[in-house]
């Protein structure tokens, strides 16, 4: 069983809607969380931490649920310019950060 | 430096060749990460590096592969006799590993990558 399970998508939104991504994770030691965003052959930059108590950063909401073992990502109002594969990360012991596979957004004018 | 500098971007090679790729952390990031990634995948966990020594290569997926960060800042991955499933972009990343801070604040810095292809 992979340490980080995502839906590949893609997943296909007009312009404007709101879309969300589920992330579950296998480790329940795991003690961080965080939300990257990759575009097409670039390096995975970091788009949020996740906190216990769920934060927000302008259209970006990410939640973490403990108990179930997920993470979500809410985008709202989503721009042409947030299409990109989006990673779940989950840190645990540490020093260890297991990727997800991604899951692809297009956003469509 | 101002970012995580990973060298060359782009590497071919012939199968059986042996190949180094370089990465420079972010200045005073104690911590670096050599992570693989192919094609539709998320990237995966290859080696760990406190200061100079490889706190965690479990992830290192034979003997041909082999790190080294002799002073504690640069790192170079060593491929030996390459084969064509080494193909994929290699990504270094480094951290700060701040202790005593929310372990929120420890996160991964990415360069660019080396992108390497056996033929």
């Known amino acids: 069983r992979k340490e980080v399970e995502q839906d590949p998508g893609p997943f296909n939104v007009p312009e404007g809607a709101t879309v969300a991504f589920n992330c579950t994770y296998s480790?329940?030691?795991?003690?961080?969380f965080f939300w990257y965003r990759q575009d097409c052959r670039k390096e995975p930059k970091l788009l949020m931490s996740v906190y216990s108590s769920g934060n927000e950063d302008g259209r970006f909401t990410a939640q973490l649920n403990r108990a179930s073992q997920y993470i979500s990502l809410l985008i709202r109002d989503s721009k042409l310019s947030d299409s990109a594969t989006y990673l779940c990360v989950v840190n645990f012991n540490f020093n260890k950060f297991y990727f997800g596979s991604g899951t692809k957004l297009n956003v469509k004018p | 430096g101002a970012g995580v500098s990973q060298t060359p971007s782009n590497k071919v090679t012939e199968k059986g060749k042996y190949v180094e790729l370089r990465c420079d952390p972010i200045s005073g990031h104690t911590a670096l990460y050599w992570y693989r990634q192919s094609l539709g995948q998320g990237p995966e966990f290859l080696i760990y590096?406190?200061?100079?020594?490889?706190?965690?290569d479990s992830g290192l997926p034979n003997d041909r592969f082999f790190a080294v960060r002799p002073e504690g800042s640069v790192s170079t991955l060593k491929i030996q006799r390459t084969e064509r499933g080494d193909s994929a972009v290699y990504l270094c990343?480094?951290?700060?590993?701040?202790?005593?801070?929310?372990?929120?604040?420890?996160?991964?810095?990415f360069g660019a990558g080396s992108r390497l292809t056996v033929l």
């Open positions: 590096f406190q200061g100079t020594g490889a706190a965690d």
């Open positions: 480790n329940s030691a795991s003690q961080s």
């Open positions: 990343a480094s951290s700060p590993e701040l202790q005593g801070y929310p372990s929120g604040a420890n996160v991964l810095t």
